[in-house]
């Protein structure tokens, strides 16, 4: 079956970095287009960035030029790296992919921003 399994999270100071992980399993990872989404309390669920399996990224307009999204096919893993984090970057970050027609979601991992 396929798992996304979410790890790197923590709490950090405003203006400092946090790189999360993002295992796949259960996929031909190469194949797949992954993505990273979070949810702070209260808010919907949002869009962070994706990339593709040609290495083609897309970011959210509020984290543009502070993340990076990548991947490492040879370990099935996507990574996402935060940098000049905010307070408003605290959120549940998430782990996603599709694998035949289905959406498919890691545990999620918290982020905490301090100011």
């Known amino acids: 079956q396929v798992q996304l399994v979410e790890s790197g999270g923590g709490l950090v100071q405003a203006g400092g970095s946090v790189r999360l992980s993002c295992a796949a399993s259960g996929i031909i990872f190469k194949f797949n287009t992954m993505g990273w989404y979070r949810q702070a309390p209260g808010k919907q669920r949002e869009l962070v960035a994706t990339?593709?399996?040609?290495?083609?990224?897309n970011y959210a307009d509020y984290v543009k030029g502070r993340f990076t999204i990548s991947r490492e096919n040879a370990k099935n893993t996507v990574y996402l790296q935060m940098s000049s984090l905010k307070p408003e970057d605290t959120a549940v970050y998430y782990c996603?992919?599709?694998?035949?027609?289905?959406?498919?979601w890691g545990q999620g991992t918290q982020v905490t921003v301090s100011s």
């Open positions: 990339i593709t399996s040609a290495g083609r990224t």
């Open positions: 996603n992919t599709m694998w035949y027609g289905t959406d498919y």
